[in-house]
């Protein structure tokens, strides 16, 4: 049985949605089209889902190849691009097989790059204009070593890199009658999400259900909150639903807004949570029937006509009793009226007290904190132990406890952080991969990295992002674009300045800019080649070969050719494969011969 549909305007999340949700096998095709005439256009992906898990994609596009990634990553060289897939067209054997075979990358390396390759498949379609898509039932065999790719992962990274504020707005707006409530897999997914929107961000604040407009101006901006809100639902940590539930039992502080309930009865419908079928402005579910509670007949006061008269004697009749409120299916009253007036706040006892200037002491020292300091546990406890300190601190410091004291409200906002902050770091030291990367991010503030708060993880971020931005400027660099390569390598530098191969590059993109108008000028020239040998010189014989043939590039530009050669040699030694260094020094090397005859005349043959 094949699916087949058009890719409107946020579409394709839907459908990963339902793969993902529906526990589906089989193979989605994904086909660009035109816009204007719908006609199928020229780019094909195809992924295949196992259980709902893709695990295997494929394009007809030379850059989605594994082969263009490992010539990009600089592994492999144009000579043995051309071996490897002659060789692998003509044993019929999978490239990432013979790359194997050959030697030409190492395992860990080689699946790394696959992974990086399969999701810029898997996220590319979310940015077209318009498309066609087809899932067909089929008998999927994953690979044995394959690890399937985190679909939800996928949805994040396809709303923070795809999605616009404004269409994020439109989106969020048809739904704004409606409360975002979290979903069960948020918590899961709770590290993703804060390092595509730095905290604090809408997903810190939903802690029970609200609707945009009340989480927007917590929010503080209505277009980021819109951007956080559409990224929870779209990739299902979220939900929108008509009526807010009660709050859980894990809630921690409700974003307050007054309740608003009908007279004489409440409804309680959810929404969907495939949002293919949810309401919308436009073509809304009929109102449910609201539930009404009836009440027995409660006698008068006065006595009956055929009562006997009271005796003389008989006491006074006691006063009536109050009727209390009689709640609807639910546990919500049936109308403000016959509500009880709520019990006035205690007064907080030694205990209280105690609990509330230890929260102020422990957030005052937060950001210095790193997530096992916080949770007061040793580096190396395993995940038991982590989850007891958990346990133990939630009860201490949950926001439900002091709920029925009369408390300044800055001191309850500083219980909340803590608890936040607790909650966090047992979200990430319980998870292994978010651990891990944590822990990498605590080895690059020991080697010397600016990472600030150890706790919150920012700045940590800003280093990853920079190590990304370097990247990214190292291949402009490689394929000449030089300008965008200098905008990459400078908001890295802003991030991290420390790191060596992003002021390498920068240098080299500065000078070649400059060299692109003319002959660049002396100081250009000077503090390039200071910066390249400062930064060789440290790196010695380990790290990445660039710094060095950038170096030796430089000098050829300049007519230093014997301290070029040494620099490309430096270069080719760390990579042979560095086939820009290797053609560089065999130019160089090249001494072509000279015949010459009478009067200075080349002699023929």
Known sequence: MAIRGRLEHLKLFMVFRSILERKMTGVLTLQSADARTGEAGSIIKRAEVVQGVPVRTASNQRRDGLVFALVEEGLISSTEEVTLREQAQQTRTPIDVMAL?????????????????????????????????????????????????????????????????????????????????????????????????????????????????????????????????????????????????????????????????????????????????????????????????????????????????????????????????????GGSHSAPAARTASPEKQTPDDKIVAR?????????????????????????????????????????????????????????????????????????????????????????????????????????????RAEKLVREGINLIRNGVFETARERLSEAQAASPDDPLGRAGLAYAEFMIAQATGVAPRAVVNHTLDVLTEVTESLGERGREEPFYYLGRVLVLTGQVERASVALLRAIKINPHCTEAVSELRHLQRKPEKKEGLLGLRKKG
């Open 356 to 464: 509330l200037r230890e929260a102020r002491e422990r957030v005052a020292t937060l950001d210095a904190r790193t997530h096992y300091e916080v949770l007061g546990v040793p580096s190396g406890a395993d995940v038991e132990t982590i989850r007891t300190a958990f346990r133990n601190l939630a009860r201490e410091f949950h926001a439900d406890r002091f709920a029925r004291y009369a408390i300044d409200p800055a001191e309850l906002a500083a219980v909340q952080r803590y608890f936040i902050a607790v909650n966090r770091a047992s979200e990430v030291l319980t998870n292994p991969q978010a651990r891990q990367e944590y822990d990498a991010g605590l080895a690059l503030a020991a080697r010397g990295h600016s990472v600030a708060s150890p706790n919150g993880g920012a700045d940590i971020n800003k280093i990853f």
């Open 101 to 329: 075979q050959m030697g030409l990358v190492a395992p860990r390396r080689l699946q790394s790059i696959q992974q990086r390759v399969a999701r810029q498949i898997l996220i590319e379609p979310f940015g077209w204009n318009d498309g066609l898509f087809q899932f067909e039932d089929a008998v999927v065999q994953p690979d044995q070593n394959s690890q399937g790719i985190d679909l939800v992962d996928i949805l994040l990274e396809a709303a923070a890199r795809m999605v616009s504020p404004d269409a994020a707005l439109m989106f969020v707006m048809r739904y704004a009658q409606q409360h975002v409530s979290r979903t069960e897999i948020m918590a899961q997914h709770a590290q993703r999400f804060d390092a595509l929107f730095q905290p604090p961000n809408v997903r810190s604040l939903l802690t029970s259900p609200a609707q945009f407009e009340v989480i927007a101006r917590h929010r503080g901006d209505r277009r980021r909150a819109a951007q956080e809100v559409a990224a929870l639902v779209l990739s299902g940590l979220a939900r929108f639903q008509l009526d807010a539930q009660r709050p859980g039992a894990d809630s921690v502080a409700p974003i307050p807004e007054p309740e608003v309930r009908p007279a004489g009865g409440i409804r309680r419908v959810t929404a969907p949570a495939n949002l293919a079928g949810a309401p919308t402005p436009d073509r809304a579910a009929e109102p449910a029937p609201a539930v009404v509670v009836t009440r027995k007949a409660v006698p008068s006061a006065a006595p009956r006509p055929d009562a006997p008269p009271p005796r003389p004697d008989a006491p006074p009749p006691p006063p009536p009793r109050p009727r209390a409120a009689v709640e609807a299916p």
